[in-house]
């Protein structure tokens, strides 16, 4: 069986990283056909969409998604939506996979991906001196999202950190606490506790090991999973999928487009590659995709894009070998 990947490349050092991604995995002569796409903000300049309906048609017909950057303006520009929560919601990618490891580190963040703050329900009033964000918090979404916390716990350690801020936001983390303990009830081989998501940010730097899957609401997720990787080598090894109850499911690095340093040729690959390393995973390749995980960890950035590609299909090529 051959699977359809779609390509994203997006912008800045998303342009170098995918190209690079893919290099290393033709290296594994799998049975994958590529074909590129098109988003991102260089994209809505251009053709005065983000994510062009051609691009949304591919990404239907794919078994998968490898995303790389995309560059979001830090004001508002009309017309202009982010192509990544635009495909996220599209075809509701409710469940954002962050792992980071190092040393006896091995962390699994679970974020809600499709609510909370990043719902796109925003508005100002007061002739625009009063801004209002509404957070959404439902039942529906809190109860998959602690199911697949419980699922990919039962893989690892079987312990799951339940994080919110139930104290202060009393309905809608109350809400979400609530529907995760009920879910955890049909997983009784788990450890289930629970920490407010400044304990959490305190003890991931405290005392990373004691955790082993963190799940959490929207914006706690992206903030937790970014501590996170900062313990363990930066965003240059942060991978992450997003999946839903069908495909096609997102695989990205967590990195920004780093328009910085665009063009040098010294972005660093590994977490592009580590993302498709679990896209071959999601796919069902688990030796390839153990394989792809541990060389690229093992395998430092020197500094030089190309050089770090050459070196991990090397290593690659000569496991295969042996």
Do not use: W
């Amino acid at each position: 069986m051959t699977h359809i990947i779609t390509l994203i490349p997006g912008d800045g050092i998303g342009q170098e990283v995918i190209p690079a991604a893919r290099a290393v995995l033709e290296t594994l002569n799998l049975p994958l056909q590529f074909r590129e796409a098109k988003a991102g903000f260089g994209v809505f300049q251009t053709y005065g969409t983000a994510l062009p309906d051609e691009t949304l048609e591919q990404c239907a017909t794919s078994d998968a998604i490898l995303f790389g950057a995309t560059s979001s303006p830090m004001t508002k520009v009309t017309g202009y939506y982010s192509p990544i929560l635009a495909l996220r919601q599209h075809f509701d990618l409710f469940a954002n996979l962050r792992p980071v490891r190092a040393d006896a580190i091995d962390v699994l963040t679970v974020r809600e991906n499709t609510e909370g703050l990043y719902s796109g329900r925003e508005r100002t009033e007061d002739d625009g001196q009063t801004a209002i964000a509404e957070r959404v918090i439902t039942a529906r979404a809190s109860e998959r999202i602690m199911r697949v916390a419980c699922e990919q716990a039962m893989r690892r350690r079987r312990y799951v950190t339940i994080v919110h801020k139930a104290n202060v936001l009393k309905e809608t983390d109350g809400l979400f606490r609530r529907v995760a303990f009920e879910v955890a009830r049909d997983f009784p081989a788990l450890t289930v506790d629970e920490l407010l998501v400044d304990v959490a940010a305190l003890k991931l730097v405290e005392d990373p090991a004691r955790f082993d899957v963190i799940v959490t609401t929207n914006v706690f997720g992206d903030i937790l999973s970014d501590v996170a990787a900062g313990l363990t080598g930066g965003l240059g090894l942060a991978a992450s999928a997003n999946i839903g109850g069908q495909p096609p499911a997102l695989f990205e690095p967590v990195h920004g487009s780093a328009p910085d340093i665009t063009g040098q040729g010294i972005a660093d690959p590994r977490a592009a590659i580590l993302s498709a390393a679990m896209m071959l995973d999601h796919l069902g390749y688990a030796a390839e995709a153990a394989r792809l995980h541990q060389i690229t960890y093992q395998t430092p950035h020197t500094g030089d894009t190309q050089y770090t590609v050459e070196a991990i299909c090397a290593r690659l090529e000569s496991d295969s070998d042996a």
